[in-house]
């Protein structure tokens, strides 16, 4: 079995075992009809797609702002100028190297981890600093911290940043030599900055080997039964998948605010597709 996994397939995962096999092992997408809420949900995740598409295209090179000046969508114009007003000038003035949507990859477990970073600058003094830029509700720095997104991020950029040194060198860096921001732009100018250091790194490794480890072992059993239902059914509410699960053919009615979090996971899983290689 040659597993590749993403921070977004381990999240789907905890959430709900099921949800991943649906997701990532069947490869389905969208079943569920939509309402009128969820297509605001799905605007708002184009929207953020477009948002870091922009910044992409920007840092190659390209002069992306006339064109989001003609654009009628009003949030995404603001979202722009409180990037180039607020989120360029955290960046590092002048670092030895600098990368847009980079990836970089560990092996646990015979299983490989991938992280796609927003933005990843290495400082003159070997610091690795991690930007991702998010669009949906800001929150708080305990919460990110907890995300798998932080530990997968975290955890993979002190062992493999050394690789994007210009020269490259030794895969390894020090964990304190790792930080990550996260942009919102709904809160430009609030960035969450987190520290790491070696007991997060060790905790990360810990969290990590043993979610793979469990993944592994349902994978190999083959069997749709054992990826079970989530006991929570909060998470079944907005689910796209819950018409095979017979919780509910219809999606719930209102939108939640804090689903708006989840556009960007739910971006990542779009995204994510092919991440599972069985
Ligand atoms: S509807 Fe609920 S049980 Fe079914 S996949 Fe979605 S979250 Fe899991």
């Known amino acids: 079995m040659d597993l590749t996994l993403s921070q977004s397939a381990i999240d789907t995962y905890q959430r709900c075992p099921r949800r991943y096999y649906l997701r ?7 079943p569920a009809p939509l309402t009128s809420s969820e297509l605001d949900f799905e605007q708002a995740m184009r929207r953020g797609e477009h948002f870091h598409l922009l910044i992409q295209q920007q840092s190659l090179g390209m002069d992306v702002t006339p064109m989001v000046e003609a654009s009628d969508d009003e949030i995404l114009r603001n ?7 607020h989120a360029r000038t955290q960046m590092p003035a002048a670092p030895q190297a600098q990368y847009t949507e980079v990836e970089l990859a560990v092996t646990i ?16 003094d070997g610091r690795v600093i991690i930007f991702d830029w998010k669009t949906g509700t800001p929150r708080a720095d305990e919460q990110l911290a907890r995300t798998w997104q932080s530990v997968v991020y ?3 950029a002190t062992e493999r940043g050394g690789q994007l040194q210009q ?11 790792v930080q990550l921001t996260y942009w919102h732009a709904r809160d430009a100018q609030q960035p969450v900055r987190l520290p790491y250091d070696d007991q997060m790194h060790e ?19 083959d ?17 796209p998948y819950r018409s095979y699960c017979e919780r509910g053919q219809e999606a719930g009615g209102e939108m939640e605010p804090e689903m708006l979090p989840d556009v960007e996971e739910m971006m990542k899983n779009l995204d994510g597709l092919d991440d599972l290689d069985l």
């Open 24 to 30: 990532y092992v069947r490869g389905l997408d969208w």
């Open 203 to 221: 905790e990360g490794r810990r969290r990590l080997t043993t979610v793979i480890a469990e993944m592994k072992g349902l994978i190999e059993c």
């Open 167 to 177: 020269p490259a060198k030794s895969p390894k860096v020090e964990a304190t030599q």
């Open 109 to 124: 477990e015979g299983v490989t981890v991938v992280a796609k970073f927003d933005h990843l600058a290495i400082e003159e």
């Open 154 to 156: 975290q955890f993979v």
């Open 79 to 85: 979202w722009w100028h409180s990037f180039l007003d």
């Open 223 to 239: 069997q749709e039964a054992v990826f079970v239902h989530t006991p929570n059914e909060g998470e079944c509410r907005h689910c």
